[in-house]
T-cell receptor, first 117, second 114 residues
């Protein structure tokens, strides 16, 4: 099956610093990747859709200057949380859709837990 | 807009027994995909089963099967011979055939009791 890897799986940072999370599709090309945020015991909340070679599309209420997304290649998307604050602490998950496949299936990364002190 | 509803926040089942998780959805589209994803304590989202709306036959994957009722917009998941490793959050999800965006339900926390 298709594999999506996220790194780091856990990160702790100080308030005011920036943190970058990587999402890689290891064995397939992904024109589109998605970034979600998940609060404890809640469902996944779509933050933005990352398109290779173009600007990300953000969901309503998500600050694009706060959550910078770069999809520089067909196998890598990055999410940078800028000037992190404690309220940004959360579990962030990425997913990828295999290019050219119309099965609808998305493949998920392992998730990254961000803790902002 | 599509919506996915999971009306059971929590469920429990005895090991080796059968349990059914419910899911309903609302859409005006005729062609779409439905999924059940499992999220164990490790938090990794794992695809359990997929159903294509144009297929009348219910999908089956080993101990997991669905009851897909297109007219009723219902998509329940049956887990047979429940195992301790089935303990997880289960999310029902919908995606339109021409769409990139997956819509999730709120999830059902399933606990398998030894």
């Amino acid at each position: 099956g298709a594999v999506v890897s996220q790194h780091p799986s856990r990160v702790i940072c100080k308030s005011g610093t920036s943190v970058k999370i990587e999402c890689r599709s290891l064995d397939f090309q992904a024109t589109t990747m998605f970034w979600y945020r998940q609060f404890p015991k809640k469902s996944l909340m779509l933050m933005a859709t990352s398109n290779e070679g173009s600007k990300a599309t953000y969901e309503q209420g998500v600050e694009k200057d706060k959550f910078l997304i770069n999809h520089a290649s067909l196998t890598l998307s990055t999410l940078t949380v800028t000037s992190a604050h404690p309220e940004d602490s959360s579990f962030y998950i990425c997913s990828a859709r295999r290019s050219g496949r119309a099965t609808g299936e998305l493949f998920f990364g392992e998730g990254s837990r961000l803790t902002v002190l | 807009a599509q919506t996915v509803t999971q009306s059971q926040p929590e469920m429990s089942v005895q090991e080796a027994e059968t349990v059914t998780l419910s899911c309903t959805y609302d859409t005006s589209e005729n062609n779409y995909y439905l999924f059940w994803y499992k999220q164990p304590p490790s938090r990794q989202m794992i695809l359990v089963i997929r159903q294509e709306a144009y297929k009348q036959q219910n999908a089956t994957e080993n101990r997991f099967s669905v009851n897909f009722q297109k007219a009723a917009k219902s998509f329940s998941l049956k887990i047979s011979d429940s195992q301790l490793g089935d303990t997880a959050m289960y999310f029902c999800a919908f995606i339109g055939a021409g769409s990139y965006q997956l819509t999730f339900g709120k999830g059902t926390k399933l606990s398998v009791i030894p």
